[in-house]
């Protein structure tokens, strides 16, 4: 085929089109920092890690007396770690090059190639959702009610989460187990249902934007039955735990050479969580989640189980209404061994995503096409094998994701 690179240009914009049409969770995260690691003209970027702030927090002082408070700021890192990509070959894309406008847009190799790349970044994305150590409803349920999906922004109200930019993201059968809850009454009652009925399509609810998609994590606890916290004084302060906002906590009777997994969230009895502006005692147990994935000695202890948030009795950070004790049991959220779906609530600016331009090849023909609105930087590049008389293109994305602050977000299921 002459001129088999041809239009390299149109064809990325039109990839990054598709792209960014096919993704859910990765647009729905915190994309301003791509900038700040510059390497915007093709080159290697100048940095491969930044610094990521989180706010302040201060308790106010009753009466005339001076208090001073220390400024304590806690930080996160955000390392561009994650390369992707997808290769063609001239074989199932030379007719794609010829295309324009829709016929291109339909086309079926370009459509499948950039959703196995959009599912790969929705899936890295979801998997840092699973930092967040908030779950309401029961475990093994779908949400099928308007009640059973309130409970998620409700949380993130207890939890003094801001009410702008709040996203849902749910699994197919929580999502149309929730329009089930608008279209099983009176269909055509109202221009809500009718969405919900004909066009799948979910208002906002309780200020949440709500999707879909097929590519959010499933949770399967490991092996360990509930525990007990091994001692007391268990407790650190923010300044100890402010940038990995969690810490480790000594554990026993998980069972011998029990297994405990990344992501799995659990209670310590008589431990309450309180009001993040107040310090008042709510009315829920504190949850946290486990942070690595663990494995109990032979005696079922585990010297040193890293979770989030780190277990905190006062001052502006308090996570706890009291400290933990020797012996406090410790409870699983869901059954040992078994798999649970996930859904999620939280605030945009928990995750953060950051993409950067991919570097200029040396040879062959390469394009960049870029999207403002995500930071996505897509560089297509075509090149040949003049031995085997071949003409290869391969699409590449660079990024790193990253939970920053799990402070802001829940997951659900339903009631």
């Known amino acids: 085929m002459a001129n088999a690179f041809k239009n390299t240009q149109k064809v990325a914009n039109r990839l990054l089109m598709i792209l960014k049409n096919q993704l859910v969770v990765a647009k729905l995260a915190d994309s301003r920092f791509s900038s700040d690691f510059g390497g915007n003209d093709g080159n290697v970027p100048i940095n491969d890690t930044i610094t990521i702030r989180r706010p302040p927090l201060f308790t106010v002082t009753d009466g005339a007396n001076f208090t001073a408070q220390d400024i304590v700021v806690g930080s996160t890192q955000l390392v561009i770690n994650k390369q992707k990509h997808v290769g063609m070959t001239l074989t199932d894309f030379e007719r794609v090059l010829a295309y324009d406008g829709d016929s291109f847009l339909k086309d079926s190799v370009a459509n499948a190639k950039m959703s196995a790349l959009s599912q790969q970044v929705d899936t890295d994305v979801g998997l840092e959702l699973l930092g967040f150590p908030g779950w309401v409803g029961t475990p093994a ?26 996203v849902a993201c749910l699994t197919p059968d929580s999502w149309w187990g929730l329009a089930g809850a608008f279209t099983g009454t009176v269909p055509y009652d109202n221009d809500i249902n009718k969405n919900a009925l004909m066009k799948a399509k979910l208002p906002m609810i309780g200020n949440v934007d709500t999707y879909m998609t097929q590519s959010l ?5 490991g092996s360990a039955t509930n525990g007990a916290v091994n001692g007391a004084s268990q407790a650190v ?139 996505i930087s897509l560089r297509l590049w075509a090149f040949s094998d003049g031995t085997a008389d071949t003409h290869s293109y391969r699409a590449d994305i ?15 299921s339903g009631a």
């Open 141 to 166: 349920n779908d949400i099928t009610t308007i009640a059973g999906f309130n409970a998620m922004p409700q949380r993130l109200d207890n939890k003094a989460v801001p009410t702008s930019d709040r």
């Open 237 to 375: 302060t923010y300044a100890t735990a402010k940038d990995t906002y969690g810490q480790n906590l000594a554990c026993d009777g998980f069972g011998a050479n029990a297994t405990i997994k990344k992501g799995q969230v659990f209670t310590i009895a008589n431990r309450y969580a309180v009001n993040p502006r107040t310090q008042a005692k709510l009315g829920y147990l504190q949850q946290f989640t486990v942070t690595a994935d663990t494995t109990a000695d032979g005696t079922g202890a585990v010297a040193a189980l890293p979770i989030t948030p780190p277990i905190i009795t006062s001052g502006a950070y308090q996570t706890v209404d009291s400290a933990v004790a020797d012996n406090d049991v410790i409870t699983w959220v869901g059954s040992a061994s078994t798999t649970y779906k996930q859904n999620f609530c939280y605030h945009k600016s928990a995750i953060a995503l950051a993409y950067v331009r991919p570097a200029k090849p040396s040879t062959g023909e390469y394009s960049y096409a870029e999207d403002p609105d995500t930071g």
């Open 217 to 221: 994590p499933t949770l399967t606890n």
């Open 398 to 412: 660079i990024y790193g994701v990253k939970n920053i602050d799990p402070r802001l977000g829940v997951r659900g």
